[in-house]
């Protein structure tokens, strides 16, 4: 009984960390994959990007100070978060307006309408993104072709479209077996159709490491549920590989890791405990090729995660981490 932990009244020991400087870092792990989006979708990616985070700020601002009569917060980064990862979520063609209004529902209804940062119960570039989905579905599924500009930075514009040229996603052609699915480099680089932040195997997985060694997230989520859908579609594969993609097709196409590391692991919207995480990830993982394989539509990751999301209150309630020096009785 002679060693015991002794607490001091506050102040604590403070680890340096704070909302807007992890906020910091989390834009810092985008900017791969931002710039594979610029390089193959030019100035589409680049105006979509402006405009959506402009807009979040903006609404961010105005909800706060005229409506919830508050101070604004929009100085802590997470406006600007969820304005780039809405856009990293859509095509580069989108009209401009059709973005305004994603952002107003992703920071209105998916942020504020719960009390702002902190207590939004699902992750709010997601919201806007399923709500424009569901309410654009013919602009929101037309993807422009790829562009290398090695040399010519922004593309040409025609028409509202990258060279006036569209195509379908890998997870499309796919679901409807039609053409010719891009091989493992090309979607290793992101020279593919899709939404232009979700492209780029490899600049999306630098941005992982870096997060993971700023110690911004843990690797339980990203692994975790990117682990699962390489399981069950490879289980799928096994037993049908002349229907069903193989496992490295799912996990370099898509939104999957884009979903798995940039949102999945919002801090807000996630489990708490490494119990809890893994049983999330699990979940999301399930839902996602679940959806994907025999759904009828061909990418499941957002509605995984907004799924969870729900589910994350219940996972938090039932796996709490184990209070020290309490000791459990049947």
Known sequence: MENKLLVSPSPH???????????????????PAFLVS???????????TLVSVGACVLFEYLIQKYLLKVKPSIQDGSAIITGVLLAFNLPSNLPLWIVVIGALVAIGIGKMTFGGLGNNIFNPALV????????FPAQMTVWPKPVATRFAFFPALQDG??????????????????????????????????SFGEIGAIA????????????????HIPVVTVSTVAVFTGIMYYINPEIYASPVIHILSGGLLLGAIFMATDYVTSPMSKSGMIVYAIGIGLITSVI??????PEGVSFAILIMNAFTPLINMYLKPKRFGITWQN
């Open 13 to 31: 020991i403070h680890s340096g960390d704070s909302i807007s400087k992890n906020m910091q870092g989390v834009l810092i792990a985008l900017i």
């Open 38 to 48: 610029l390089w193959f979708f030019g100035i589409g990616a680049l105006m979509i």
């Open 128 to 135: 806007g993104r399923v709500f424009l989905l569901i309410s």
């Open 161 to 194: 479209q990258i060279d006036g040229l569209t195509g379908a996603t890998p997870l499309s052609m796919i679901k409807n077996h039609f053409g010719q699915i891009p091989d493992t480099m090309d979607l290793l680089l992101g020279n593919m159709g899709g």
């Open 204 to 219: 999306l997985i630098f941005g992982l490491i870096y997060m993971l060694i700023r110690r911004i997230i843990t690797w």
């Open 292 to 297: 994907r394989l025999f759904g009828a539509y």
